[in-house]
């Protein structure tokens, strides 16, 4: 039973554009919430982060929103660069884990220039 | 610093076979983890460390041991390969204070035939 969910495998953007990535939980325990961007043969790398106290959470071009009642959270890029192709994976956590992340399926996004 | 290393990046074992994955940081971080990852799929834990000496179970520990004899290194050992255990293994460490933004080694690429 997949705790986090993420159900587009992948997602093709035209550069400039926005880049909008979904994410669903289960777990109504969780407080803590990630992105992570991998890049093929490489490791995950910490991306953005939000807390459940918060709704949105800005970091230059990527911002990640949180909707705690439909436990739903997204990251939006905008404007989009062909290096932001890569696949991204949504995590998730709450207090007292020690750091356990359970992670989602990840999408594959491509930025086309 | 070269941040997280593991050694050794890809492997062949036949069923049956031992080995043992090292992950090493030199940022001097208390916490680490072995993650899996298997096609299509997101990271699942497998065992952590709060600190030298320690260990616990992740989400999918069975088949595994660890070991956290100093600080830098955190140890991953397959006493008896599977062809279920074909899988990349990545390694992550972190900061107490910051245990959910980890940072990933490269990745371990093993197949069990």
């Known amino acids: 039973d997949q705790q986090v969910k993420q159900n587009s495998p992948s997602l093709s953007v035209q550069e400039g554009r926005i880049s909008i990535l979904n994410c669903d939980y289960t777990?109504?325990?969780?407080?803590?919430f990630l992105w992570y961007k991998k890049y093929p043969a490489e490791g995950p790398t910490f991306l953005i982060s939000i807390s459940s106290i918060k709704d949105k959470n800005e970091d230059g071009r990527f911002t990640v929103f949180l909707n705690k009642s439909a436990k739903h959270l997204s990251l939006h890029i905008v404007p989009s660069q062909p290096g932001d192709s890569a696949v991204y994976f949504c995590?998730?956590?709450?207090?007292?884990?020690?750091?356990?992340?359970?992670f989602g399926k990840g999408t594959k996004l491509s930025v086309k220039p | 610093n070269a941040g997280v290393t593991q050694t050794p990046k890809f492997r062949v074992l036949k069923t049956g076979q031992s080995m043992t994955l090292l992950c090493a940081q030199d940022?001097?971080?208390?916490?680490m983890y072995w993650y899996r990852q298997d096609p299509g799929m997101g990271l699942r834990l497998i065992h952590y460390s709060v600190g030298e000496g320690t260990t616990a179970k992740g989400e999918v520990p069975d088949g595994y041991n660890v070991s956290r004899l100093k600080k830098q290194n955190f140890l991953l050992g397959l006493e008896s390969a599977a062809p279920s255990q074909t899988s990349v293994y990545f390694c992550?460490?972190?900061?107490?204070?910051?245990?959910?933004?980890?940072?990933f080694g490269p990745g371990t690429r093993l197949t069990v035939t």
């Open positions: 940022m001097n971080h208390e916490y």
């Open positions: 777990n109504s325990m969780f407080d803590y």
């Open positions: 992550a460490s972190s900061y107490p204070g910051q245990i959910y933004e980890q940072y």
């Open positions: 995590a998730a956590s709450d207090t007292g884990s020690q750091g356990n992340l359970i």
